[in-house]
């Protein structure tokens, strides 16, 4: 019997992170364990979920100015780890989570520009403790991404944003990445089944590791 784990699944838009969350929880179900909990970031509480709505808002004559754009990942973060995450992980249920602290880091720090330092003092004073056992990190294009997300709904504010943008948050993905410990980087620029192949063959060889 493995000891739960926290799992978390990053990329760009479009690079199947949803798609990947649903098959890690069947492969992880075909091994016998069975207390699973998925929730997404932004959201998964009632609150978390209005703060992902308000920063996917277009408003008229007002923006949010990249700080408080960073401060509401956070803030919706807090929320879900305090009242969801850690209270699942104590009490024995797996954790899988559609982004987390390497999506700020990509997204308001690569994207954005607001300095790491000012980040990572963010993920030590609230998450210090909760380190991810597993990061899958899907790798997609932005060109790749953003055409899949076009194709399944209209844009929402950040989604809009230049493809410079997405390069920039790309790179500071890559780079952040290499210096992430358990990590696990799939090619999600092929077709699905590819892909989910891949994540299939990664996910049963480290559960096989955890049992050796
Ligand atoms: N954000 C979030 C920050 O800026 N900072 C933060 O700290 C956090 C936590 C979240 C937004 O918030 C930002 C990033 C985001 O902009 P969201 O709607 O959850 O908003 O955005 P995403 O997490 O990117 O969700 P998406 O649904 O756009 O992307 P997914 O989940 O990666 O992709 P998925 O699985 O839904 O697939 C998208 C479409 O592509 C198809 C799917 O069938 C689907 O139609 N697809 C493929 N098609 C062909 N080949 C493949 N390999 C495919 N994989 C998926």
């Known amino acids: ?13 479009g690079a199947g992170k949803t798609h990947a969350c649903i ?16 929730v997404r970031q932004p959201g998964s509480t009632p609150i978390a979920e ?8 277009n408003f008229n004559n007002d923006y949010l100015t990249k700080e408080t754009e960073l401060l509401l990942m956070y803030a919706a973060r807090i929320q879900l780890v305090k009242k969801i995450i850690k209270p699942a992980l104590d009490s024995g249920k797996w954790v899988i989570s559609d982004r987390h602290n390497l ?24 998450f210090q403790n909760l380190i ?15 055409e899949r997300a076009k194709k399944r ?4 504010q950040i989604e809009k944003r230049s493809l410079q943008f997405f390069k920039k948050t790309r790179k500071s993905y ?20 590819i892909v989910t192949h891949n994540i299939t063959k990664k996910i049963l060889n480290w559960i096989n590791k955890k049992i050796i």
């Open 174 to 193: 890559l780079k952040n990445i290499k210096k992430n410990k358990n990590t696990i980087i799939i090619n999600a620029n092929s077709k699905i089944n």
């Open 132 to 146: 991810p056992d597993l990061t899958i990190y899907l790798d997609v294009s932005p060109e790749i991404g953003l």
């Open 23 to 38: 098959c890690i929880k069947n492969i992880l179900n075909q091994c016998n364990i069975k207390n699973i909990l998925l």
């Open 1 to 13: 019997m493995i000891k739960n784990k926290f799992i978390v699944v990053e990329g760009l838009e």
């Open 103 to 126: 999506s700020s880091l990509a997204y308001q720090g690569g994207g954005l520009g607001i300095k790491k330092n000012i980040i990572t003092q963010l993920q030590t004073l609230f």
């Open 50 to 57: 209005e703060i992902r709505k308000l920063t996917k808002k």
């Open 153 to 156: 709904n209209t844009l929402d």
